[in-house]
C-alpha cells in the first residue's frame, strides 16, 4: 500500500474507532459543524475521508479482497476500483494536511473497532497514521453488552431488518461484543499507553453527554461551538413494530440496491407521535447476556479500568421489559397517517419549488422571444 508522505506531520492523531451506538455520530456531526473552528485551534478534521464519518480510512486500511467483494464482481476491475479509491483518498488527505498544517489531526469512523478484527488491517491503519503524524491515541467508547445488542437490534429495523431478538444467536454472531479480544490488536499494534478505553456512562461524563466528554478530552475550546440536536433517533416500541411489517411488505433493498420507494421512512417515522416507551430486556435476559462476557469484562477492567471497580455499572433492577401492547390496526393507521403527511409536504413543496423554475423559465423564454 503506497502512502504519500506530506511535507507536514501533525504532533499528533486523535483516532476515534466507535465502537457503535456510543454517540459516534454525533461526535462526528460536531467535528464536521465545526471544522472552520477547529481549523483555527490547530485541529483538523479532514473531509478526504468522508464529509462526516471517515468511511474510507476503512477501504484504505482493510483487505483489498474484503472491499473488492462489495462490487459483487469478479476479476480485476473492481481491485483496481478500491486501489485507486486508496491513492485518491490519502493523496487528497496529504494535500490536505500540507494545506491546513495541523497540530491535531482527528480521524473518526466506528466500523474501524467493530469490523477490524485482524492483525493486519490494524497494522495498515498504524502505518497510515505514522506517515501523518508524530503519534497516535485510539480512543474507543464501549457500552454495555446488553444495552449495545438491544440498540443494534432496534437499529436493524432502519436497515430493513424482519427477524425477532433471539439473544443466544445474537449474542454468538456479534462477535465484536467480546471487547477485550476485540482490542487485541489494537494494544498489540499502537501499545497500552496510546489506547484509552472509555465505558459508555452517562453518569461519568461531562454534561452527561458523549460529545462533550469527547470534545473536552481532546483540550478543544468550545466557545462558538455548534453542537448537534439528537443523531439517530431510537424507535419507541410501536414504531418498531410498525417497521417490522413495513419492512416485510417493502424491503429496504431491490433488486440489490437501496429500494427508492422508501424515501425518507426514516425521517418520516422520527416525526411520528411517540410513546417513549423503548425496548429493553427483563434482568433476567440482562443476566444471561452479562454472564456470557463476564470473563471479558473482567479483562477490560483489570487493564482499562479503575482498580477495585466493574468497567461497567451495574445491571439496574428497575429496567424491566414493559409490557407494551403489539401493535394495533389503530397503531399502524396513525404511523402511517403521519408518515404520509411528511410525505406529501415535501412533495407540495417539491411541487410548488417546480411551477416556481416553470414560471421563471417562461419569463426568459418572453424575454428571449
Known sequence: MHIPSPSHRASRLILHIGAAKTGSTAIQVALTQNRSILSKQGFLYPNSLGLIAHSLIAICAGSIWRYSNLHKRQGIIPIIGVLRTRKDALSMLADEVNAERPDTIIISYEGLFSNYSEKASVQRVKAIADAFAKETQVIVFLRRQDEALVSHFVHSRRLGDTKELLLPREIRQLNYLNYHKQLRHWVGVFGHRNLSVIPFRRDQFIQGNAVHHFIDRLGINTTGFQFPTETNVGLDMLQEAFLQRLNEILPRFSHG?????????????????????????????????????????????????????????????????????????????????????????????????????????????????
Open 257 to 369: 440496491r437501496p429500494n427508492k420507494l422508501r424515501w425518507g421512512i426514516d425521517q418520516a417515522i422520527d416525526q411520528a407521535k411517540r410513546i417513549e416507551e423503548k425496548r429493553t430486556l427483563s434482568t433476567r435476559e440482562r443476566r444471561y447476556i452479562m454472564d456470557y462476557f463476564k470473563a471479558s469484562n473482567q479483562l477490560l477492567a483489570a487493564h482499562y479500568g479503575t482498580p477495585g471497580e466493574e468497567f461497567f455499572l451495574p445491571i439496574e433492577q428497575a429496567l424491566e421489559q414493559q409490557n407494551i401492547p403489539g401493535l394495533s390496526a389503530d397503531d399502524a393507521v396513525r404511523i402511517a397517517a403521519d408518515m404520509w403527511q411528511w410525505s406529501a409536504e415535501h412533495i407540495l413543496t417539491y411541487v410548488e419549488t417546480i411551477a416556481q423554475y416553470e414560471a421563471k423559465i417562461k419569463q426568459f423564454e418572453k424575454l428571449n422571444s
